[in-house]
């Protein structure tokens, strides 16, 4: 990086010394011709004797010569400006690339410890099951665990799957009919099984409209998921749906940490997690929020995060629903 920036800075000022260079060049063989045309002229013209023809003739040559600098400045400095502009979108765009093969490489990084995490914990679940004699309350909590760590794999593959595939526009999201108010509280219930005293719902709405089912649920899934990860344990997490004008709103509330007003916009960038690799507790892809994000414009709705209070934050998603019948 520090190599490009010095070879680049480097370039720039060669290039800027030569421009200064040739248009001090041009400068002097203008008032080269300009001499030649003026001795030229007085071999021709005599001043004694043709004052006015010949103060006419310096005063045409003189416009001429200003005429030369002017279109020499012009275009020198449309010149530099372009160099200018040029080197610009060059750094920039080089300095865009490191930022995403940085991202990419905290991805991979990430992406092993997510994967490699719930397979542990389901081997482990599975050897305990095998190899001691357990009562049958003990066997359906460790069952119930695999299912739970299945499921976190189950969602961190489709969130890979679906981001590769909606990058690639092979992904065609289908277009059905779908009852979201149930989707939601599925979704909160299924969350509330597996982090009990979490989660709290409530509805005053009966919100249908038309999507793809699979991606709707991965989005309030990966909110859900967040609320979990990035607040304390013990925090309840409020969960609501409030209908008003064919508009749904989907709000999950939770008493986090929140996020910085700087970092707003940014965590919806694909591969973006705050903080880096280092001070960061928590894993995570950071393809949760991009992916949840572009769902939802897709559905032609809108997401948006606001401070909670006293502490934390909520992620809003505000979507068209079909009016009722
Ligand atoms: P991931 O969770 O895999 O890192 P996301 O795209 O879901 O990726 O989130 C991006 C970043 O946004 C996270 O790394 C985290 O720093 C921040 N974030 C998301 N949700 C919350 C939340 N509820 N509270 C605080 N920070 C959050």
Redesign the pocket.
């Known amino acids: 990086m520090r190599f490009f920036t010095s070879v680049h800075l480097l370039l720039l000022a060669y290039i800027i010394s030569a421009l200064v260079f040739w248009g001090v060049s041009l400068n002097k063989q203008s008032k080269q011709i300009y001499q030649q045309d003026v001795a030229l002229l007085k071999t021709e013209i005599d001043s004694t004797t043709q004052p006015e023809m010949y103060n006419s003739h310096i005063a045409t040559l003189k416009e001429k010569r200003h005429k030369r600098t002017i279109q020499y400045l012009g275009e020198g400095s449309t010149f530099l400006v372009i160099i200018l502009i040029g080197a610009a979108v060059v750094y920039t765009s080089f300095q865009r690339r490191i930022r995403l093969s940085r991202q990419q490489n905290n991805f991979m990084l990430?992406v092993t410890h997510e994967l490699k995490s719930p397979i542990a914990a389901m081997k482990l679940n599975l050897q305990t099951l095998e190899r001691h004699q357990l009562n049958e309350e003990k066997k359906k909590q460790l069952i119930d665990r695999c299912i739970s760590e299945s499921n976190r794999l189950n969602d961190l593959c489709n969130n890979m799957l679906i981001a590769s595939q909606m990058e690639g526009r092979q992904y065609v999201p289908a277009r059905e009919a779908i009852d979201f108010t149930d989707l939601v509280s599925q979704s909160v219930k299924d969350y509330a099984g597996r982090y009990h005293d979490r989660f709290s719902f409530y509805s005053d709405v009966n919100a249908r409209l038309t999507g793809d089912r699979l991606l709707l649920q991965m989005a309030i899934n990966?909110l859900l998921e967040?609320?979990i990860?990035?607040?304390p344990a013990g925090t309840l997490i409020d969960v609501t749906l409030h209908g008003k004008d064919n508009i749904v709103t989907l709000a999950v509330a939770?008493k986090?940490?929140?996020?910085p007003d700087s970092e707003k916009d940014k965590?919806f960038n694909k591969f973006?997690?705050?903080?880096n690799e280092e001070t960061r507790r928590?894993k995570?892809?950071?393809?949760?929020?991009?992916l949840t994000s572009k769902i939802i414009k897709q559905h032609n709705g809108k997401i948006t995060i606001a401070n909670n209070k006293p502490v934390?934050?909520v992620?809003e998603i505000t979507l068209p629903i079909l009016a009722d019948a």
């Open positions: 990430s990966n967040n609320a990860k990035y607040t939770d986090g940490p929140g996020i965590i973006y997690r705050v903080g928590t995570g892809t950071g393809l949760g929020l991009y934390g934050s992620f």
